[in-house]
């Protein structure tokens, strides 16, 4: 596991989300944000004390709830303790120790994992402060006061996450390791091609325990790099809600692909491009992640001149904004092709980490100018300043005009196509931010 993984849990309404959002806020230096299955925000990369890690907010779990909502948020929370090395478990010092914090204490116990048990809302600290020592009776160490949003008694919460992480493994400062993640729907062949891949090769380093009971990640090493496996394949459990079992499948789908450098999107050949396929391949393009799209049981499909071609149309025509990402197809079951997906893996991990200079982007950006001229509206043309690349992983160019309004989204998608003419930049997405610029500021 790269990163240890924090859970903030507790019953409904003590505060988790405000508590979540200061910790990923401004004074603490954020990573990254990952999308999660609904509009809120479920995972985000932190730093303290030098440390990165990963915050999950869950929602408030009621526990004896037969109401079909609360049940999944305890689904929910279940699936996070699951995945942390470390629980907050944050409590009302307001409303005292109810029946809901005894069960949760109960069952977050069973969990055998570091507890930090945070008793929110202590705004007047020193009265609040008191009511503290009733916390004692849930046998889970000392309680830590705090107020959310006032950003009071934080910071020693934060200290004593840190001090319950485990020990840094090799692979969170080794830079050389590449993290690919296998997704896509159950039952397109995930295990299987890490079982190929595991089996045939016998270099491998060690096994790391995943962050999931059903997700392991493998530490892998052959003639073409060091890499870290990770198996997103999970057995679904029994649920009247159908939506749920997705949620939790996506769940842990999104936390591997936050994780991940590459991701191996893959699609049964048999059954071709799903709904469901195209939601999980969205996913990673949004990350901003290496992508490879992987078409497995291409040896059980029936073939005829021209079909590998008409094939790869259209899964792009199904996956439109995946146009940049290369195809293969393989065969886990019969190791066709399999170990090509190396080299492939290590040209789009480079093409996800490209720097372009500032000097040479331009050069390409007023290249592009010459051929097609911006846009223009109501009299008012667009004008392209320059441009210079802010991050990677992925590439992401700012370019500064003199009107937002006018950067129409075609011109921006052919200002990308440009950028990956000259460049490449096969497998990753790319990202344009626009700025305004006033031309007296040149």
């Not at 934080?154 to 969170?172: A, H, M, N």
């Not at 492939?344 to 500032?358: A, C, D, F, K």
């Amino acid at each position: 596991m790269s990163k240890p993984i924090v859970a903030i849990i507790g019953k409904p309404n003590v505060g988790k989300s405000t508590f979540f959002n200061y910790l990923v806020g401004s004074r603490v230096s954020i990573v990254q944000d990952t999308p999660g299955v609904t509009r809120d925000r479920i995972y985000a990369d932190t730093n303290w004390r030098g440390r990165n890690f990963t915050l999950i907010d869950t929602a408030g779990i009621e526990p004896d709830s037969e109401d079909i909502i609360l049940s999944q948020m305890r689904e929910q929370a279940n699936l996070a303790v699951s995945m942390a090395d470390v629980i907050v478990f944050l409590t009302d010092i307001r409303q005292g120790i109810t029946v809901a914090d005894q069960e949760i204490a109960v069952m977050l116990k069973k969990s055998g994992k570091p507890i930090v048990l945070v008793c929110n809302k202590a705004d007047n600290f020193e009265k609040d402060r008191e009511e503290i020592y009733e916390f004692y009776n849930l046998g889970l160490g000392d309680p830590y006061p705090i107020s959310a949003s006032n950003a009071i008694g934080i910071g020693d919460v934060l200290d004593k996450i840190y001090e319950s992480f485990p020990e840094k493994t090799q692979d969170e400062d080794e830079d050389d390791i590449i993290k690919v993640a296998v997704i896509g729907k159950p039952n397109v062949g995930k295990s299987s091609l890490i079982n190929k891949i595991l089996g045939e090769n016998r270099t491998i380093v060690s096994d790391i325990a995943g962050t999931t009971r059903d997700a392991i990640d493998s530490r892998f090493e052959n003639e073409k790099g060091k890499y870290i496996l990770i198996d997103t394949a999970g057995i679904r459990k029994k649920s009247k809600v159908k939506e749920s079992i997705e949620k939790f499948s996506i769940m842990r789908t999104l936390l591997a692909i936050e994780r991940a450098d590459v991701c191996l999107m893959m699609i049964d050949a048999l059954e071709g491009v799903t709904d469901q396929d195209a939601k999980i391949a969205g996913e990673a393009h949004e990350a901003g992640k290496g992508i490879i799209i992987v078409v497995n049981k291409w040896d059980e499909y029936e073939k005829e001149t021209g079909t590998l071609e008409k094939y790869k149309k259209d899964i792009y025509n199904k996956l439109s904004y995946l146009s940049y990402a290369p195809i293969i197809f393989i065969s886990a079951k019969t190791g066709q092709r399999v170990n090509k997906l190396f080299d492939m893996i290590n040209h789009v991990n480079e093409q996800n980490s490209m720097r372009v200079t500032t000097s040479v982007l331009n050069q390409v950006i007023n290249e592009a100018i010459a051929i097609v001229q911006p846009p223009t509206d109501k009299g008012k043309r667009l004008k392209i300043f320059y441009g210079t690349q802010a991050s990677t992983k992925p590439p992401t160019f700012v370019i500064f005009v003199n009107n937002k309004e006018l950067f129409h989204f075609s011109y921006e998608r052919y200002l990308v196509n440009q950028i990956r003419k000259e460049f490449g930049l096969e497998g990753t997405p790319v990202r344009i931010i626009v700025r305004e610029k006033n031309e007296k500021d040149i």
